[in-house]
């Protein structure tokens, strides 16, 4: 992340109609998202503040879910 500066990010869902939906603005970088098996929730992973985040799939609270252990949260799957 050295000389790259953080910018503000979304969470968007795509409707069927196409057109965009914001279900959070709780992320500042975002860089790797993720769904669970049951279609209930989505996480997302924030490069800038080194940290994963989860919310349900149709908005709502975003909560940490956890903290990269070291330097930044690059990517994400889930498992």
Do not use: F, K
């Amino acid at each position: 992340m050295a000389g790259e500066t953080p910018r503000n990010g979304q969470l968007l869902h795509l409707g069927s109609d196409g057109e965009p939906c914001v279900l959070s603005e709780d992320v500042v970088w975002p860089n790797g998202i993720g769904v669970s098996p049951d279609g209930q929730r989505i996480y997302l992973s924030d490069y800038a503040r080194q940290l994963v985040l989860v919310m349900s799939a149709d908005g709502g609270d975003t909560r940490e879910l956890c903290r990269s252990p070291r330097d930044s949260a690059n990517g994400l799957a889930v498992d």
